[in-house]
């Protein structure tokens, strides 16, 4: 008698039981968390009170149709660049994690370095590569006689310089999701006779969707907020406008209206993720080893998959580097001598590696609350903790530089505040990646260590931490690397005499000594290629 096969299915999320569902979250998990998120709204309570002051002209300033504009642009400018980078970000992960491809953690850390580009250098660098009259045209023009290429000026070049720059916040997720995941469903769909095509569509990419979602609402974020290549790309969106207006009005009501603006744009995009990513939990029911998966092998598609990753470290990476070595070699030979800050190269990855541990300490109560004890409460604080990072950096700064001045004044100036601004702006990239972690372990193993007499504290530390490893150093090192290149706030809420990488490539580049500026940023890139290098390696020894 002939057998039927049924094609083989993911299994379907896993729902919470009543038991589940009315367990009360611990007072260690809660209190934190709270404190967490009453601290990210501190900017959001810094804009209320500028807006209240503003008068009724200020808010007349929503209703303009220049304001609706600015505002369609930015929606637009933020979707697209979402889109291509989550296009971009999820064949790249599954060949940098599950394939045999050549010199595949070179690629890990070249194709996640773009990160660590500030946006002004890198817009610049489109602009002076792929501008009207800029080296490629320089270089076609004796080739095929170009004479001039087309402007890139515009949503174009806004849309470019900012996918180039922020698809690895989507690449790093994805890259933990994928190390995730239970390997035993691929082996089951392969033995039933499914490709690897249709094993990655059925299997792997349900499987990702809460990691496309933190690294796709990153992306949205820091589009919404980005000011140095909508700037130089002469695009206005949100950002830029609230820029001219602090610029431009002593009175900074109005740019306080126009980011509460902003926050309310954020407040829907955080909704319309929340309702895409749903309340699915990814973790498998039974029980197994933690393994790595086998690595498929490409054969002569490996050519192609070469051919994509060069491309993209081509446009994201070696463009952007060999502007700036450019501009060094053209310095030099001018008389321009060579200066290699290293003590601000040692400042920056002192207050990078503090921010990226606090951001860390500070993720795993929201985190953890958000997805082992999901309710009201724990979805307004995890939501609290996003505001921050869709805000301009200068809001922030100037928010912080209020509370410290009129509520803990000693902290004004110092190290601390510092690190408090970085936080403000970082915190989604290590929750993000947390969670996606974390809804990847089954909670059966925590029931387990508390049935044999562990304390919560004891579980969360021996057990939930260790299982999430993955997600916690995707978001050490998102936080690390955008830490790196963070300028506004860095500008205003560092200790006098405290400089990084990113104030010496703006105080040079700003008076357009892009000689002077191209050594910091290539030691820019380079110092922060090293922890990501440790990372693949580390992340490597773990898994062997």
Known sequence: MATVSRPFQVPRPISRSRSQRRLLPPFMLTLPALGVALGMLVPIVYLVIRAASAGERAWLLLLRDRTLSVFLQTVLLAGTTTLISVLIAVPLAWLLVRTDLPLRHFWTVATALPLVIPSY?????????????????????????????????????????????????????????????????????????????????????????????????????????????????QFDSFTRVIYMQYQASINRGF?????????????????????????????????????????????????PALAFCGLLVLLALMMPLGVMIYWLVQGLSNGEPLRLVWSAALQSIIASGVAAVAAVIAAVPVAVLAVRYSGRLSKWIERSTYIG??????????????????????????????????????????????????????????????????????????????????????????VFLTTMKELPVTLLLSPIGFQTLATRIWSASSEAFWARAAAPALLLVLVSSLPMAFLVLGDRRWRS
């Open 121 to 233: 250098i890198g817009g610049f660098t489109v602009a002076a590569a792929l501008g009207p009259r800029g080296m490629l045209q320089k270089i076609l023009e004796p080739l095929i006689g170009v004479q001039r290429l087309p402007e890139i000026y515009g949503f174009p070049g806004a849309l470019l310089t900012l996918t180039l720059f922020s698809y690895p916040y989507v690449l790093l997720s994805i890259q933990a999701g994928l190390r995730g995941i239970d390997p035993s469903l691929e082996e089951a769909s392969r033995s039933l006779g499914h490709g690897p095509w249709s094993t990655f569509r059925r299997i792997i990419l349900p499987q990702l969707r809460p990691s496309i979602a933190a690294g796709s609402l990153l992306v949205a974020l820091y589009a919404l907020s980005d000011f140095g290549a909508v700037s130089l790309m």
């Open 255 to 303: 740019a306080a209206v126009m980011s509460l603006a902003l926050v309310a744009l954020t407040g829907l995009v955080l909704y319309s993720e929340g309702r895409t990513r749903g309340r699915a939990r990814y973790y498998r029911s039974a029980g197994g080893c933690n393994r790595p998966a086998t690595l498929i092998r490409l054969g002569r598609w490996r050519w």
């Open 389 to 478: 990072h869709a805000l301009p950096g200068l809001v922030v700064a100037l928010a912080l530089i209020f509370f410290s001045i009129n509520v803990v004044r000693p902290i004004y100036q110092t190290f601390a505040l510092l690190i408090a601004g970085y936080t403000v702006l970082f915190l989604p990239q290590a929750v993000g990646a947390i969670r996606s972690s974390l809804l990847q372990i089954s909670p059966r193993l925590e029931e387990a260590g508390r049935s044999l007499g562990r304390t919560p504290r004891q579980v969360l530390a021996t057990i939930t931490l260790p299982m999430a490893r993955p997600g916690v150093m995707a978001g050490a090192a998102l």
